[in-house]
Nanobody, 115 residues
Framework: QVRLVESGGNLVQPGGSLRLSCAAS????????RAWYRQAPGQQREFVAS???????NYADSVKGRFTISRDKSMNTVYLAMNSLKPEDTAVYYC?????????WGQGTQVTVSS
């Protein structure tokens, strides 16, 4: 059974940095792509960043230049380095893995940006 577990969420002051991790278990083949999404209270889940097997990355305009997605060679672990954090970045961050046309999601990790 494929399982994704996020970690690294925390309370941080505006302008601060965090690094999220998402580790996969129960997977035999490498994911085709990995991504991060986030959901703020009362809002829909939104795309943050993605990385494909070839290393091609894509970012939401709201995080370009501040966030960096990366992964290990196997694509089993994916990271999200977040710099210059703003209060509007506050949300539950979820990681996603795409494999054989199926999406797998983690349970989320809370990021709160507040002074």
């Amino acid at each position: 059974q494929v399982r994704l577990v996020e970690s690294g969420g925390n309370l941080v002051q505006p302008g601060g940095s965090l690094r999220l991790s998402c580790a996969a278990s129960g997977i035999v083949f490498s994911f085709n792509a990995r991504a991060w999404y986030r959901q703020a209270p009362g809002q829909q889940r939104e795309f943050v960043a993605s990385i494909a097997g070839g290393g091609i990355t894509n970012y939401a305009d709201s995080v370009k230049g501040r966030f960096t997605i990366s992964r290990d060679k196997s694509m089993n672990t994916v990271y999200l380095a977040m710099n210059s954090l703003k209060p509007e970045d506050t949300a539950v961050y979820y990681c996603k893995g795409v494999l054989g046309g199926r999406d797998f999601w983690g349970q989320g990790t809370q990021v709160t940006v507040s002074s």
